[in-house]
């Protein structure tokens, strides 16, 4: 998986599925990489 969390900065998130992303995850900043593009420089981290 491409999970990352977003620390800072500004995105858009594409459409992903809630099989791999669900809605808590989603709340708590995390996102797919390959699905994020930022508007900004965004500052994150990996999630395991």
């Known amino acids: 998986m491409c999970k990352v969390k977003v620390e800072s900065g500004k995105f858009q998130l ?14 708590d900043g995390i996102v797919l990489a390959c699905k994020t593009f930022p ?10």
């Open 14 to 27: 594409g459409l992903c599925s809630k099989t791999a992303l669900d809605d808590l995850e989603r709340r």
């Open 39 to 48: 508007e900004e420089d965004v500052t994150i981290t990996f999630v395991q």
